[in-house]
């Protein structure tokens, strides 16, 4: 296992999985990263058909709520992120994306500096692939307006943490909610 493969398979050891398929993916990641090194995307989309990804999720635990972008190639209310560059360290690709998309430092102060969720989802078009994505939070204010990359994004906007009372977005974005939520609740505990 080369170097930077192992570093994702220390990150993806200290995710506490929230649900039986969360414990899933990351046993099946595991696996994965023990099987090759060949984990970042050489050639879009599918080159090798499974790679990782960094989400940057915008969050006010204030507010208890998530800042979701309209992605224009997906078609989905989706957090920030995108695909970890070869041998990149996935909180490097996390911080560039914070600047490229939504032109900010990435203030990682709401759940830590590792990724809280991971996921391992198919994606369909335009070439079957699968994502394997590590899912960092970064803190904002809903009262703060964000200026999402316009290439990538048409408009965004903010969304409480009700799993009941999201768009279309990632298949797993309920889930993530109810973790999100239950990191918080866990941290204002005595």
């Given at each position: 296992?080369?170097s930077?493969?192992?570093?994702?398979?220390?990150?993806?050891?200290q995710?506490?999985?929230?649900d039986?398929?969360?414990?899933?993916?990351?046993t099946?990641?595991?696996a994965?990263?023990?099987?090759t090194?060949d984990?970042?995307r050489?050639?879009a989309?599918?080159?090798p058909?499974?790679?990782l990804?960094?989400?940057?999720?915008?969050v006010?635990?204030?507010?208890?709520?998530?800042?979701?972008?309209r992605h224009?190639?997906a078609?989905?209310?989706?957090?920030?992120?995108?695909?970890?560059?070869?041998?990149?360290?996935?909180l490097v690709?996390?911080?560039?994306?914070?600047?490229?998309?939504?032109?900010?430092?990435?203030e990682?102060t709401?759940?830590?500096?590792r990724?809280?969720?991971?996921?391992?989802?198919?994606?369909?078009?335009?070439?079957?692939?699968?994502?394997?994505s590590?899912?960092?939070?970064?803190?904002?204010?809903?009262?703060?307006?964000?200026?999402?990359?316009?290439?990538e994004f048409?408009?965004?906007?903010w969304?409480?943490l009700?799993?009941h009372?999201?768009?279309?977005?990632?298949p797993?974005?309920a889930?993530f909610?109810?973790?999100?939520?239950?990191?918080?609740?866990?941290?204002?505990q005595?």
């Amino acid at each position: 296992m080369q170097s930077a493969t192992a570093v994702v398979a220390d990150l993806v050891r200290q995710i506490d999985p929230v649900d039986e398929l969360e414990r899933q993916h990351i046993t099946d990641t595991l696996a994965w990263l023990a099987d090759t090194d060949d984990i970042f995307r050489r050639v879009a989309p599918a080159i090798p058909p499974r790679h990782l990804v960094s989400y940057v999720v915008l969050v006010d635990p204030d507010e208890y709520s998530v800042f979701l972008g309209r992605h224009r190639k997906a078609g989905l209310w989706l957090p920030m992120g995108g695909h970890v560059e070869p041998a990149e360290h996935p909180l490097v690709t996390a911080r560039r994306e914070a600047a490229e998309e939504l032109g900010i430092t990435a203030e990682f102060t709401a759940t830590g500096d590792r990724p809280m969720f991971l996921t391992s989802t198919t994606v369909a078009r335009p070439l079957p692939h699968e994502d394997t994505s590590l899912w960092y939070t970064i803190r904002g204010s809903r009262h703060h307006a964000y200026q999402l990359d316009p290439a990538e994004f048409d408009g965004g906007a903010w969304w409480d943490l009700d799993p009941h009372a999201i768009p279309d977005s990632d298949p797993h974005i309920a889930r993530f909610f109810g973790k999100l939520r239950t990191a918080w609740s866990d941290q204002l505990q005595p």
